[in-house]
């Protein structure tokens, strides 16, 4: 089972994590947004100090950063990896939220979908060292990269609802969801990007809260407290309706090691190619709690 774990803390100890990580053979770190205020530069820092396990933002928003300035960070961070970064680096991407964009930069959040589509349609062609000559309504470029990475580092994109699936699909690589349970996956995630992929094989990062317990009620409960902001934004209502549940602690997979075991597995049974396993403590001893989830992962990997 492909599962990958969230970065987070200080810098010193983000790099640690990565480390810490590789070592016990999880296949990748997940870098929010807000990690050390710039999760590329973290991810460059903590690339050099590892050898294979995937790095990847989860997610980078793109409404701050013109696409060209996009691409020419992520070709930095390509490169500050070097040799054996080879397929390393997993640029993540997000339109956010409108509370986010419109609320905090003051920018319209208008037709978030056309926004991406043409986001897309000069990062991805960048990246690959091709000439993009892009005029769109919100984004435009003319331009290319003298010294882009090769190889280009994957793009995946934030996707909830069909539009932005559809893009995912065939325009990057593939989606990193968040709150997207099993049902969710298999009824609208996969069959909708598979569409629209032609043929390809697009990647599906099932990003979730996890945590191992032996009372599943009191497990939600603590989900439900947790991750309660996300469930009041309209992006992750949908994604939550779609898998038939109203809550994140609904979309928590939560239970004993056995089913826990099962939850994740049916992730990969519906469609899935990777789990993100966003592990939070449950009870007195947070410590202890979250040192379960990790070790039962760990059998998993």
């Not at 990580?21 to 050099?48: Q, S």
């Not at 709150?179 to 390809?200: D, F, L, S």
């Not at 191992?212 to 994604?239: H, S, T, W």
């Not at 449950?282 to 990790?294: F, I, K, Y």
Request: charged share 20%; proline share 6%.
């Amino acid at each position: 089972m492909r599962i990958g774990l969230s970065a987070g803390g200080a810098f010193e100890r983000v790099v640690e994590q990565v480390k810490e990580a590789e070592a016990e053979g999880f296949a990748a770190m997940w870098f929010a947004g807000a990690v050390t205020f710039d999760p590329l530069i973290a991810i460059a820092v903590a690339g050099r100090a590892t050898e294979r396990i995937e790095l990847g933002t989860s997610v980078v928003q793109t409404y701050p950063k013109h696409p060209i300035a996009m691409a020419q960070e992520a070709a930095a961070v390509q490169s500050a990896l070097g040799d054996a970064g080879a397929g390393r680096f997993t640029l993540g991407i997000g339109v956010s939220h409108e509370p986010a964009v419109q609320g905090m930069l003051k920018v319209p959040y208008d037709r978030p979908g056309r926004n991406l589509r043409e986001y897309l349609d000069i990062l991805v062609p960048l990246l690959r060292g091709e000439q993009v000559n892009v005029k769109g309504d919100f984004w435009s470029a003319t331009a290319a990269m003298a010294n882009a990475p090769s190889p280009a580092p994957s793009v995946l994109v934030a996707a909830l609802g069909p539009v932005m699936l559809q893009a995912a699909g065939s325009r990057a690589d593939g989606t990193i969801l968040w709150m997207g349970n099993a049902r969710a996956i298999e009824t609208h995630v996969a069959p909708t990007i598979a569409a629209a992929a032609n043929g390809g094989s697009p990647r599906i990062v099932a990003g979730l809260p996890v945590a191992v317990c032996d009372d599943e009620a009191e497990g939600r409960a603590e989900a439900a407290k947790q991750f309660a902001g996300y469930g009041m934004l309209p992006n992750y209502q949908r994604i939550l309706a779609h898998g038939g549940i109203e809550s994140p602690g609904d979309a928590a997979i939560v239970g004993d090691e056995a089913s826990v075991t099962k939850q994740l597995q049916g992730l990969l049974d519906a469609g899935a190619t990777d789990v993100w396993a966003a592990i939070f403590p449950v009870g007195g001893d947070r410590r202890a709690s979250r040192q379960r989830t990790r070790d039962l992962l760990r059998t998993l990997l």
